[in-house]
């Protein structure tokens, strides 16, 4: 098997080889250049070619390994979660510079392997931080890596959006919620087929969970309260007109390193 049989699936099929070897090995890359004669045990060789089969297939390099780098943090993942992506990182960037106070009150709405919520819990180690998924094997992938950070001012609840935290108010709401619209051309993607369809698509337009996230916000925020959500490239001025419909100010589109708009926030009176 070459690498360069992995071009039908992948954009980078000589990174993704050696991430799968490296994970067979149980080494970092550094330590492929170190060492270039090593030699494959029986069984190394064998788990290996089993997950460049896989890969062949499509599937994931993240979801071969189990694990995917995001911010700060290296996260357990598996096919009951999103794959975090480096766009997503916008998200806790900007939710990083938002005024807030030092105890702030932070809610993420659909977790999933947590990436957000645990990024900035663990930049703003004094934030009071609450992830909401309604999906069992996600939330249980999400407190996994909430324990392996050692995030003690994380809590992770099961529930729909904001039902798992009736009458509470926060200073900041961050969600990346599903926003492909149901039939969109990008679900032919073959790295796609193998994450969650609930994690990705949206009702026909792809605006559906943005529109429950973004209009029952008001009812969870504190006064001056921000709220910071991910969506699609085409999506921005929707997302604005959300915003500006339930009372947000300071409404702001931002744009990720494609350029394409990515993340809309803004504040409450």
């Keep these: 098997m070459r690498h360069s049989d992995l071009r039908v699936v992948s954009n980078s099929p000589l990174l993704d080889t050696q991430i799968l070897l490296c994970h067979v090995i149980g080494c970092p890359r550094a330590t492929l250049y170190l060492n270039q004669e090593y030699c494959l045990t029986a069984q190394q060789l064998k788990d290996f070619n089993s997950l460049f089969k896989r890969r062949l297939c499509g599937e994931p ?47 993420d709405l659909g977790t999933g392997s947590g990436a957000i919520i645990l990024a900035l819990s663990r930049e703003r180690r004094s934030w009071v931080c609450t992830g909401t998924e309604i999906q069992r094997d996600a939330l249980i992938i999400a407190e996994v890596n909430r324990a392996s950070y050692h995030l003690k001012n994380v809590n992770l609840l099961p529930g729909d959006w904001y039902k798992a935290v009736t009458n509470q ?28 369809k609930s994690a990705l698509i949206s009702g026909k337009d792809g605006m559906s969970d943005l529109k429950h996230v973004i209009c029952k916000a008001p009812q969870y925020l504190l006064n001056k309260g921000w709220m910071v959500t991910e969506h699609g490239s085409e999506q921005g001025p929707k997302v604005r007109n959300l915003y500006y419909s339930v009372g947000f100010r300071d409404v702001e589109t931002c744009t990720d390193l494609s350029g394409l708009d990515r993340v809309t926030l803004g504040r409450m009176p």
């Design 169 to 196: 108010k926060y200073h900041l709401i961050v969600s990346n919620p599903p926003y492909v619209a149901n039939g969109d051309p990008h679900l032919l993607d073959l790295n796609l087929h193998f994450e969650p």
């Design 61 to 107: 390099v993240a979801y071969l390994t189990g694990y995917k780098g995001f911010w700060s943090l290296n996260l357990r993942v598996s096919n009951s979660t999103l794959i975090p992506r480096p766009e997503t990182e916008l998200l806790v960037e900007r939710a990083l510079e938002l005024p807030l106070p030092e105890d702030a009150k932070v809610l």
